[in-house]
């Protein structure tokens, strides 16, 4: 979604925008390395259009970009967006265009943008999770990406002849696919907490807080006050190692649903800001075997690779790249 006049010379603005943190950089053409890459607290910002300025005005005061990709973690459609878990009021990329003074910019979803930049990744930017090796991937097939972090996104990614096409969507929303007795036990609790029983409810920061605090009621005993962060660190304790266990597995049974769904033989990636801390719990928990395990598809989900993206920026590789498509004449002075 775009809006302005057209490009001129400069370097463009692109950003990941989460419910927590809003990270920006610059980049000086579709090949560039991002630049100035800093990270503001999403609450410390009244909306988009304000935390953009302020990155600009504290980390780029000479700058006047040309372009601009803001990614946001959110849905974003019918000439709106809107932050779900910043606490941001709803927007248009134009009054973000009109506050920045820019001439192009875009806002999409930052899972789009993750999904731009998955033909990008190399070899060094993903941690294969069990079955097939990537480069084995059915080259020239649908791709996905599915990532808990403060939310839980989800997208996809179609080869045509004009190049990829992203297919974003509000996939943290289906509900929740529990798989063992254990698992409808902690989506009874939550719907009776929260009146219904999604996948981002489950599978997210706060997701994480509730499984445990569930297992914890489910056993009769005190949860405490663990935070997402502590329930990460804490792999020794017996509850927060089946919490992360559980959570492992849910995502397994996701990501299998989504590969189904997008018919995503090239591939389905992992992001969020959640695994990259807890990527020894993934390898060693069931989600591989939740990923396949599908009757009676299983020998079609085992030809499915499955990846950790250990990239530091991908979002922002996706926002460059969403710009190198919408701008395909620029020529940076």
Request: proline letters at 9%; hydrophobic letters at 45%; charged letters at 20%.
């Amino acid at each position: 979604m775009s809006g302005g006049l057209g490009p001129g010379p400069g370097p463009w603005l692109v950003a990941d925008v989460g419910g927590t943190n809003a990270r920006f950089a610059l980049v000086d053409d579709p090949d560039g390395i991002p630049y100035r890459v800093k990270s503001l607290r999403t609450r410390d910002h009244a909306g988009l259009a304000e935390a953009a300025a302020a990155y600009l005005a504290r980390h780029a005061p000479d700058v006047r970009p040309s372009a601009a990709c803001l990614a946001v973690a959110g849905p974003v459609a019918g000439g709106t967006y809107h932050l779900t878990n910043a606490g941001w009021p709803k927007g248009t990329p134009e009054e973000v265009r009109a506050h920045l003074g820019v001439p192009h910019l875009d806002v999409i979803n930052d899972f789009e943008a993750l999904a731009l930049a998955l033909p990008r990744l190399g070899e060094d930017d993903l941690v294969p999770v069990g079955g097939r090796a990537l480069p084995d991937a059915d080259a020239g097939a649908p791709v996905a990406v599915v990532g808990p972090g403060t939310g839980l996104g989800v997208a996809g990614l179609v080869p045509t002849r004009s190049g990829w096409v992203p297919l974003p969507g509000e996939g943290g929303q289906v509900d929740v696919p529990a798989a063992t007795d254990r698992e409808v036990e902690v989506v009874r609790l939550l719907r009776a907490e929260r009146g219904a029983a999604t996948a981002e409810h489950l599978l997210s920061g706060d997701g994480l807080v509730r499984v445990h605090r569930y297992l914890a009621a489910l056993d009769g005993e005190p949860a405490g006050t663990l935070t997402a962060e502590e329930i990460t660190e804490r792999r020794g304790d017996p509850l927060c190692r089946e919490t992360l266990q559980l959570f492992c597995a849910l995502l397994g049974s996701l990501a299998g649903n989504v590969a189904l769904t997008l018919g995503a033989r090239g591939g389905v990636y992992l992001g969020g800001g959640i695994l990259p801390r807890i990527a020894d719990v993934l390898h060693d928990s069931a989600f591989r075997a939740r990923f396949e395990g599908k009757p009676p598809v299983e020998d079609y989900l085992r030809g499915v690779p499955t990846a950790l993206i250990v990239h530091p920026g991908p979002a922002l590789a996706g926002a460059v790249m969403r710009l190198a498509q919408s701008l395909p004449e620029l020529e940076h002075a």
